[in-house]
């Protein structure tokens, strides 16, 4: 995920058609093990003198904060050389530290880029640029050994690891990129990535992430491309945002296909809903606050209605997590959505956070089992 002023088209408003995937079911299909917070602006937020605040508004840690409303466990992005200083190694080893002394788990989110790379972008880091698909296989070995054995050294060892983020047709473009069905190039990549985990701690989960919860057809494109090349994994992520990625009706019916077809369990590695149709400031919003789903407001109360009915949808269709994307990112100066300009760019989540402009958590909103 990335908040940036140019999207893909939004879907407008989407309704739901099953009721039984909104309301809290009487008998689970599923417990929702895994409670995520992507939390990787959070450090950047704190070295900036940013406060948090809990429902009664006392100032607390905010990773206590989220502990209080289900939160178990905390997701950090690791770009390999970014020009903001922040999302680096050196930064993901100092927050890792932070999160396994809270009692947390800790996902780690490898992006293999200097920046932001999701569907529409997946920049090779300006190190690698010259290499070969076989070089880029040892550099993606090499550098997820590195990160994950400096972890596990201090004492933080991930309970999992992403081997890329949203890589819908590839990543490491354009070695890594799936062009006309052929996906032995990614294949080479993400086999590397789960050896080398593996080799640093085979406990340690490896996820493959996609944003394909709108879509079966891409689901399917997606993991029966990467199956067929032998490419193991251990988690199936998806990224579910209602305004471009459809009704929960449609999200119940991928998740239980990705679930039955791979026969690995599914997370929601990213989601989140708006509380406002404001801006805070200066950086245009990523998602704006008219853009709603489900004919759910965006305010406080619409907000833990939809990640209440995301969860729910979720544990019906026998999915074991769910992750909210940066909760923590409210509106602060100087903690910029651009790692070239983290100055001199806003925040586009300000308005998706679920903390508001002063640091108060939504006194709604809940992780739940």
């Not at 920049?123 to 296989?137: I, N, R």
Request: with cysteine.
């Amino acid at each position: 995920m990335k908040p940036s002023r140019v999207r893909a088209a939004l879907v407008t408003a989407v309704l739901v058609t099953t009721a039984a995937l909104t309301a809290t079911p009487a008998r689970a299909a599923t417990t929702l093990t895994m409670r995520g917070a992507d939390v990787s602006s959070l450090q950047r937020t704190l070295d900036l003198g940013g406060k948090y605040y809990n429902a009664s508004g006392t100032a607390a840690d905010p990773y206590d904060i989220l502990k209080s409303v289900g939160v178990n466990y905390a997701r950090l992005r690791i770009w390999n050389n970014p020009a903001s200083g922040y999302n680096n190694k050196a930064k993901v080893l100092q927050q890792a530290r932070a999160i396994k002394a809270k009692g947390l788990k800790l996902l780690i989110d490898f992006h293999y880029s200097d920046t932001w790379a999701d569907p529409g972008k997946q920049y090779t880091p300006a190190a690698w640029s010259s290499h070969s698909l076989s070089q880029l296989g040892t550099d993606v070995y090499n550098y997820t050994y590195d990160v994950c054995t400096a972890l596990k050294s201090q004492g933080t060892t991930p309970d999992s690891i992403q081997v890329g983020n949203e890589i819908n047709v590839g990543m490491l473009w354009p070695r890594g990129q799936v062009v006309n069905n052929n996906f032995a190039p990614l294949a080479t990549l993400l086999k590397q990535g789960y050896n080398a985990v593996k080799a640093c701690n085979n406990a340690t989960q490896v996820w493959v992430h996609v944003a394909d919860a709108d879509s079966m057809a891409n689901m399917r494109w997606f993991y029966d491309g990467i199956k067929a090349q032998g490419v193991p994994w251990d988690v199936t992520a998806l990224s579910y945002y209602c305004m471009w990625h459809g009704t929960l009706a449609n999200l119940y019916n991928v998740i239980t296909d990705a679930r039955t077809r791979y026969g690995k369990p599914v997370v929601i590695a990213e989601t989140a809903y708006q509380f406002t149709t404001a801006d805070a400031d200066n950086e245009p919003n990523s998602i704006p606050g008219t853009v709603l789903c489900d004919n759910i407001p965006a305010t406080w109360a619409g907000q833990a209605q939809q990640f209440t009915w995301v969860q729910n949808t979720a544990r019906n269709a026998g999915a074991v997590g769910v992750f909210y994307w940066e909760p923590t990112w409210y509106a602060i100066k100087g903690n910029g959505w651009d790692p070239a300009d983290i100055n001199g760019t806003g925040d586009g989540w300000d308005n998706m956070a679920v903390f508001d402009w002063s640091g108060r958590v939504n006194p709604g909103i809940r992780w739940t089992p």
